[in-house]
């Protein structure tokens, strides 16, 4: 056996932690959800953001493999965290095809590296790993760039991803209303009965026009994969803040150029991410009536507030996220000390 007193971020102080060489932590959902929770995933990923503009964080950019046929992509997510000597891979399947043959349109692994001396000290599941560090992103967007008061949240898009978009900003805000919009209104009524059986007791209502519930929303998440905008800038209220987490190839838009054109402040989880690979600001560069010069910042600068964030009730405001292996990180390594200390998982021999 091996023993390691660990005094980085990754590991609580005075934690002593023994494990076998090429002894390995392996973790499924199911797991992860009984250990880790979204305020658990919104500590730290306010932790990695504040890391990263330090620069301790290695980040190298993702691998996509499209399979054109099915309409569907791999992601390969390499990065490393130079301050608790940890590294990960994740790997994560979009096969949107795969939901009428009752199987998961989204799925994931992550390997957990100990960076030191290079053992994979943990493999885990990674669907619910992403979908809480995208929530957490958002959450945490909200929290510095939506109107203190906002009330009314509008999901666009009750797909595998908007579930934790709610969670992320109920973290941060007290929503009294919930609006829901899907191209198949029966998913939409099963989104907001899943919220009541996780214990949500907000009043949701189904909408079947999307300008309808912009119209009313001061918080709008918009979880799609569409091809074309999903909602329309004419119909923002003063002071309305929007969360694009859906798009992320440059195929794909969400957010209308009305909206681009009217934010005060564009934020964005990773810059280089969304400069490759957010299409509705792609396109909206290459007609020339938008720059990316136009970014107000990254995340992280409002985490550790060197830039500011909402300044008035009238701003309109965006976050784009396409998501950054970082993040996912962030989240792994917390689950991993999670697990440990409540003895969840199994350990095997690799």
Request: glycine share 8%.
């Amino acid at each position: 056996m091996t023993q390691k007193k660990f005094q980085s971020g990754l590991w609580s102080r005075n934690v002593t932690i023994q494990w076998r060489v090429f002894h390995m932590l392996i973790l499924n959902e199911e797991q992860i959800l009984k250990s880790y929770s979204m305020k658990d995933a919104v500590e730290d990923v306010r932790k990695v953001l504040k890391a990263k503009e330090e620069n301790k964080i290695v980040d190298v950019h993702r691998t996509v493999i499209d399979f054109p046929d099915y309409d569907a992509s791999t992601l390969y997510m390499p990065s490393a965290d130079l301050v608790s000597e940890v590294a990960a891979v994740k790997v994560v399947t979009i096969f949107p095809k795969n939901s009428p043959k009752g199987m998961p349109t989204t799925q994931g692994v992550l390997l957990l590296t100990d960076s030191e001396n290079g053992t994979h000290i943990a493999m885990m599941n990674a669907s619910y790993l992403t979908r809480l560090r995208t929530g957490a992103l958002s959450g945490i967007a909200t929290d510095y760039l939506a109107k203190k008061d906002a009330t009314i949240l509008t999901v666009i898009g009750t797909g595998g991803m908007a579930f934790e978009q709610v969670l992320g900003v109920l973290a941060v805000r007290s929503i009294t209303k919930i609006l829901l919009v899907n191209k198949t209104t029966s998913k939409a009524y099963r989104f907001g009965e899943k919220l009541e059986e996780y214990g949500i007791k907000i009043p949701f209502e189904v909408i079947e026009e999307v300008s309808e519930a912009v119209k009313q929303a001061d918080i709008i998440c918009c979880a799609t994969r569409s091809t074309s905008a999903v909602l329309d800038g004419v119909n923002l209220k003063p002071g309305a803040h929007i969360n694009g987490i859906g798009s992320y190839l440059p195929s794909m838009r969400e957010i209308d150029e009305t909206s681009i054109l009217k934010a005060k402040k564009i934020v964005v989880d990773d810059f280089n991410g969304v400069k490759n690979e957010a299409g509705e600001f792609i396109h909206a560069a290459e007609k020339g009536i938008w720059s990316f010069d136009e970014i107000y910042c990254e995340l992280g600068k409002l985490v550790t507030e060197s830039r500011i964030g909402r300044e008035d009730e009238h701003e309109i405001t965006i976050f784009k996220s396409v998501g950054a292996a970082y993040y996912d990180l962030a989240v792994a390594k917390g689950i991993f000390q999670k697990a440990k200390q409540q003895g969840i998982g199994i350990e095997i021999d690799v």
